[in-house]
Nanobody
Framework: QVQLVESGGGLVQAGGSLKLSCTNS????????IVWFRQAPGKEREFVAS????????YYSASVEGRFTISRDNAKNTVDLQMNSLKPEDTAVYYC?????????????????WGKGTLVTVSS
């Protein structure tokens, strides 16, 4: 059983940084792409960033490219999302998910496993 757990969320001022982690405590997902999504209040869940199984390829939404960095350590079963230059519009619940469809898959319907999310709040 794959169990994804997000951590690292919290309250930060605009311009600040946070690092989110997605840890798999169950069966290894080293051959899956890992995808971060977010959902702001009253909005649909949206793609943020993804990384392929080896960590050699990444993909970002236009709204976060250049500010967020995704990385993974398969030995530790962890995928990190480093978020810099945060803006109030980044406020959302952030979810990590695993997919066998490849790292350029942006659809939440294509995810095989989900974490429960971690809340990020950016104050202005």
């Amino acid at each position: 059983q794959v169990q994804l757990v997000e951590s690292g969320g919290g309250l930060v001022q605009a311009g600040g940084s946070l690092k989110l982690s997605c840890t798999n405590s169950g069966r290894a997902v080293s051959m899956y792409a890992i995808v971060w999504f977010r959902q702001a209040p009253g909005k649909e869940r949206e793609f943020v960033a993804s990384i392929n199984w080896s960590g050699g390829s990444t993909y970002y939404s236009a709204s976060v490219e250049g500010r967020f960095t995704i990385s993974r350590d398969n030995a530790k079963n962890t995928v990190d999302l480093q978020m810099n230059s945060l803006k109030p519009e980044d406020t959302a619940v952030y979810y990590c998910a695993a997919t066998s469809r490849g790292y350029r898959t942006r659809s939440s319907d294509a995810m095989n496993y989900w974490g429960k999310g971690t809340l990020v709040t950016v104050s202005s």
